[in-house]
Structure formats: structure tokens, C-alpha cells
């Protein structure tokens, strides 16, 4: 075997070619991460008979900066040149909202032109579905503000036209993100479209409305709720929402809220029964019935 260094075309080693590379040969975008934190709280209830009423909710950062100075985003900030992109999503994350310590999975990268008035960037986003009770939010840097949004997601439209070898269907969800406590209201209206062509698939996300919402922040929204209800089908994310003691009831009405549906209680606890285990314990409540307390399944392996 030939002891002799590999050259390229221009007779330079590999050693030689990253010395003389020019790093200014191509403009370079900006790199930032954004972050969907989720959780299912109790609405407060005046009737202390009824069960509480549970809402999906998002949390939000207010920005303190331009662009969009005032309106509110999702946590999120730039990607050092030393730091990896996870590590840059964590750091972010606790700068600007003091949670740490979260489990986060990658859930997209954007990169559509002029998604930033700023300069080019592209943003990788994470997701991640938290117990919002272990939590302390407290706003800071660049944010004026940190807090839980009540999230409604609605499809107000569905369209689907055949074609030649192919056909083309159309959807348009309305997001809207409401805290109680601030009196503040936003809203946006996603239009998706998919075409699918022979073998060819192309899917396309567009803003037709955004109030109150930062930069594309509301198409991020839109798919990481598509997401979500899709993990919920096949694994148990929703754990991290419980307490360590629930009751099936409990968990169902968190499964309904993330999935926009209601379940018929003998085939979601079919589904679900060999991922709790029972316990001896029940609730004690005033006002009700007491029911059967179910922990998690830890031998169960399906995340």
C-alpha cells in the first residue's frame, strides 16, 4: 500500500487544501434555534363538583428588541460558532425563560427566504411537552415577558382537486393563542397545500394571516401541533405531562385535549393498558366519586 499523501486535481493534500480554504468564498446565513414548549393545565373552575377543564397551552416570550419589538415568539435566539445546536436550544431556553433540565427533540429546520427582516437565516425548532407545575418561568435578556398561552387549533377549510396523475389538497388552520391574565389575543390562519404528482410530493406552509405573532412563528406553531398528535399515536410523551399518581379519566381528557377529539373511554383504555399499572390508591376529592389512581408503566419501552 502507497505511503504517498492523496492529492486532489491540484496536486494539494487534504492538509494543504483546508490551509489555503477560503472561508469568504460563500456568504454565510445566520444559524437560530426556536423553541415549542407545551403543557395541558387546568382551567379554573367555579363549580367544584366538575371535573377541571383542561387546555392545551404554548409558551411564549414577549420580545424586548426590534424586529417585531412588542410582539410575542416563541424562545429562540442565534447559534454561537462554539456551540452545537442543541446546546445553543438549552441555553436559549433558560436565558430566556429560566427552564432547564428538559427533555427537547428536534423538530424541524426552516430556511424559506425572508423569513427574518434581519439577514438570512435559518432556524432549527425543538419540541418539547412539559409538566408546567415543575416549572418557573421568568422572563430575561432580550425578553420583556414570559407566559402560558391557551392554544386553539382549528381547520377551517379542506379542499381536494383531482388531477392528471395526481391531485392537490388544500387545508387552512387558524391558530389562536390567548392568556386570560394579559388580556392579549393572537391569532394566524396557515394555508398548506399538497401536491402530489406520479411519485413527486410537495407540501408548501403559507402565512395568510399573523396578529400579535413574531417572524413565521405561527407556521412553527401549526406543525408542531401536527407533530405532536402524531407522537401521541405511537408513543407515551404524554407521561411528561402527569403527575406521579393519575386517574384514567385524567389521562384521557389530556390525550382528547392534544388530539382535537373526544375518545370512547373502552378503546382508549384498551389502548393504554399496558402502559399504567394500578395502584392501591384512589382520589379525595370533595365532591367526587373516588376514583381508581393509576401510575406509569416503567417497564413499558415505547418512547
Not at 480554504?21 to 403543557?39: A, G, K, W
Not at 389562536?176 to 402530489?196: A, D, F, M, Q
Not at 402527569?242 to 389502548?271: C, N
Amino acid at each position: 500500500m502507497s505511503n504517498q499523501p492523496i492529492t486532489d486535481r491540484n496536486g494539494m493534500t487534504e492538509e494543504q487544501f483546508l490551509e489555503a480554504y477560503d472561508t469568504n468564498m460563500y456568504e454565510h446565513p445566520s444559524v437560530t434555534v426556536d423553541m415549542l414548549i407545551f403543557t395541558v393545565m387546568d382551567r379554573e373552575q367555579g363549580n367544584y363538583r366538575k371535573l377541571p377543564e383542561k387546555s392545551l397551552q404554548l409558551l411564549l416570550i414577549k420580545r424586548g428588541e426590534h424586529p417585531y419589538l412588542g410582539q410575542w415568539a416563541l424562545p429562540g435566539g442565534f447559534v454561537s460558532v462554539d456551540e452545537s445546536i442543541e446546546d445553543a436550544a438549552r441555553r436559549e431556553l433558560f436565558s430566556e425563560t429560566n427552564i432547564a433540565n428538559i427533555y427537547m427533540e428536534q423538530l424541524y429546520t426552516w430556511g424559506d427566504l425572508g423569513r427574518d427582516p434581519r439577514t438570512r437565516v435559518i432556524s432549527c425548532s425543538y419540541m418539547a411537552l412539559v409538566d408546567r407545575t415543575h416549572l418557573h418561568v421568568q422572563a430575561g435578556e432580550d425578553a420583556d415577558d414570559a407566559a402560558w398561552f391557551e392554544l386553539t387549533y382549528e381547520v377551517l377549510e379542506e379542499n381536494r382537486e383531482e388531477r392528471a396523475q395526481g391531485c392537490e389538497a388544500s387545508r387552512l388552520i387558524s391558530i389562536i393563542l390567548h392568556n386570560e391574565i394579559k388580556n392579549e389575543t393572537l391569532s394566524g390562519i396557515v394555508r398548506i397545500v399538497e401536491t402530489v404528482q406520479g411519485h413527486v410530493r410537495k407540501l408548501t406552509r403559507e402565512i395568510l394571516q399573523s396578529s400579535g405573532i413574531a417572524f413565521d412563528h405561527v407556521t412553527m406553531v401549526q406543525y408542531a401541533i401536527e407533530r405532536l398528535r402524531n407522537k401521541v399515536e405511537y408513543t407515551d410523551i404524554i407521561i411528561n405531562l402527569m403527575p406521579e399518581t393519575f386517574t384514567l379519566s385524567e389521562l384521557q381528557r389530556v390525550y382528547e385535549i392534544i388530539l382535537g377529539k373526544d375518545l370512547l373511554a373502552a378503546a382508549f383504555r384498551r389502548k393504554i393498558a399496558d402502559a399504567v399499572t394500578e395502584t392501591d390508591e384512589y382520589t379525595k376529592d370533595a365532591g367526587h366519586r373516588p376514583s381508581k389512581l393509576y401510575r406509569y408503566n416503567m417497564n413499558r419501552n415505547s418512547i
